[in-house]
């Protein structure tokens, strides 16, 4: 387009950009990913692994925020990533901070923590070999946190395995004897059948016993035990 007698090289720079300013830019896809997270990071505060949605939303965020800084004429939406790194790194604290206290909280005084690791024969040693590490835990107090198996009862249980995952007690496998301890509760009405991780306190005895629930029997059993 000519220009005019009178218009200054200045006017038409001041012209091309508000007609560049009316063109069409897309709102970035990091930066609504990244948004997405945001809103899903409140997720770590159920568990440790969950942390890494918030992780992702800002690193998202940041990969959005340089995106449109890179390409201001083309993308749209600095806010939204903005908002999803300050979502995400809140949620971040503050599910670590959640987990670290349910996690100091849930071991009784006295008690020391007990994992599945530890009672696992040596290599090469037979499958149902029981370990230093059990033996040396025998008659102490101990968490341990795995999964009921499943069986007819589902309310009023006082007399349960906890297996080691959901593979063995949802799955219909069988797990490892070493994978499984006969827990025997404290309180007479017992509890509800549940999916979820428990977490139950106890004294860990070393005995091996037979039991019509699963093949094998077992060699562990949790005693005078409460779920925490």
């Not at 896809?29 to 990244?34: D, E, M």
């Not at 770590?44 to 690193?59: H, K, N, T, Y």
Request: neutral net charge; proline residues 6%.
């Amino acid at each position: 387009m000519a220009s005019g007698l009178f218009e200054s090289p200045g006017s038409l720079s001041h012209a091309a950009a508000a007609e560049g300013d009316d063109r069409y830019r897309a709102i970035g896809g990091s930066a609504i990913a990244a948004a997405v997270l945001g809103l899903l990071s409140p997720l770590a505060f159920l568990d440790w692994w969950l942390a890494v949605v918030p992780v992702l939303g800002i690193v998202l965020g940041i990969v959005a925020w340089r995106d449109i800084a890179a390409r201001p004429t083309e993308l749209i939406g600095r806010p939204l990533a903005v908002a999803a790194i300050v979502v995400s790194a809140c949620a971040l604290v503050g599910g670590l901070a959640s987990n670290a206290i349910i996690y100091a909280a849930e071991l009784p005084p006295g008690f020391e923590r007990l994992s599945y690791a530890a009672l696992q024969p040596l290599e090469g040693d037979p499958s149902t070999a029981i370990p230093d590490t059990a033996r040396a835990l025998d008659g102490r107090d101990v968490l341990l946190k795995g999964y009921m198996y499943p069986g007819k009862q589902q309310r009023g249980i006082v007399q349960f395995l906890l297996v080691r995952d959901q593979g063995d007690c949802c799955f219909g496998g069988n797990p490892k004897i070493t994978d499984r301890v006969l827990v025997q509760l404290r309180d007479a009405q017992g509890i509800e059948f549940s999916p979820r991780l428990r977490k139950i306190a106890g004294r860990f005895a070393v005995r091996p016993a037979g039991t019509a629930t699963l093949d094998g029997g077992v060699l562990y059993h949790l005693e005078d035990a409460v779920v925490r």
